[in-house]
C-alpha cells in the first residue's frame, strides 16, 4: 500500500529536550515536504527536499532542521522545542513532474511545555 | 506573491442540503489548484485537483471548476452526508514551481442527520 508513515503520533516533551519525528514513505517520491497546522493558520511549509542531500527551507523553517539521506526517510529534528512549536506535523511525498499531488502522512501532535 | 483564500467557517448543514465552499486565489501564471480533505483525526488527503482553465474536477460527488477570469475554484456538492463532515482546503501549486503548495486556511464542514 503506497504511503507516508510518521513516528511518533503524539509526543508531549518539555523545553529544550531535543526530539525527531520520523517520516517515510514507499513510493520512490523525490519530493518531501513538513508542514506545521495550526487554528486559524492552515498549514505552513517548514522545509523540504528535493532529493537525496538537497533541502530548502519553506515559510517557517526556524527551530527546525531536516536531513535527507535516503529517499524514503525525512526526519524532523527540533534541536531545542519551545511551546510555541506546539503544533500538528504533517509530512508529505510526491513525484516530480506531473500536478504535483501531495500526499499526506497521518501527522503528529506535538505539545511542548 | 501567492495566496489562497477561502470561506471561513465552520459551515454546518443538514443532510441532503447543497454545498458550496468558495476559493479564491492569486498566482502569477497558471498555477495547478487542488481541494484537499482532512477527516477527524487524519491527515489530508486530496479530494480533486484541476490543472488548467476551465477544467473541471470531480470526485465523490465534489466538483469544482477552474475560472481563471474570476481566479476561483469553488468547491460545491449537491447533497451532503454526515460522512462529508470534515475540514476541507483549497490549495495551488503555483506555474513550474514545485516545491510547495500552498494552502487556504480551510473550513470546517458539520453535517447534521
Known amino acids: 500500500e503506497a504511503q507516508v508513515t510518521q513516528n511518533p503520533r503524539y509526543l508531549i516533551t518539555v523545553t529544550g529536550k531535543k526530539l525527531t519525528v520520523t517520516c517515510s514513505q514507499n513510493m520512490n517520491h523525490e519530493y518531501m515536504s513538513w508542514y506545521r497546522q495550526d487554528p486559524g493558520l492552515g498549514l505552513r511549509q517548514i522545509y523540504y527536499s528535493m532529493n537525496v542531500e538537497v533541502t530548502d527551507k519553506g515559510d517557517v523553517p526556524e527551530g527546525y532542521k531536516v536531513s535527507r539521506k535516503e529517499k524514503r526517510n525525512f526526519p524532523l529534528i527540533l534541536e531545542s522545542p519551545s511551546p510555541n512549536q506546539t503544533s500538528l506535523y504533517f509530512c508529505?511525498?510526491?513525484?516530480?513532474?506531473?500536478?504535483?499531488?501531495?500526499?499526506f502522512g497521518p501527522g503528529t501532535r506535538l505539545t511542548v511545555t | 506573491g501567492n495566496s489562497v483564500t477561502q470561506m471561513e467557517g465552520p459551515v454546518t448543514l443538514s443532510e441532503e442540503a447543497f454545498l458550496t465552499i468558495n476559493c479564491t486565489y492569486t498566482a502569477t501564471g497558471y498555477p495547478s489548484l487542488f481541494w484537499y480533505v482532512q477527516y477527524p483525526g487524519e491527515g489530508l488527503q486530496l479530494l480533486l485537483k484541476?490543472?488548467?482553465?476551465?477544467d473541471k474536477g470531480s470526485n465523490k460527488g465534489f466538483e469544482a471548476t477552474y475560472r481563471k477570469e474570476t481566479t476561483s475554484f469553488h468547491l460545491e456538492k449537491g447533497s451532503v452526508q454526515v460522512s462529508d463532515s470534515a475540514v476541507y482546503f483549497c490549495a495551488l501549486t503555483p506555474k513550474g514551481g514545485s516545491e510547495k503548495l500552498v494552502f487556504g486556511k480551510g473550513t470546517k464542514l458539520t453535517v447534521n442527520p
Open positions: 484541476a490543472t488548467k482553465a476551465d
Open positions: 508529505a511525498s510526491w513525484r516530480s513532474g506531473g500536478t504535483y499531488e501531495q500526499y
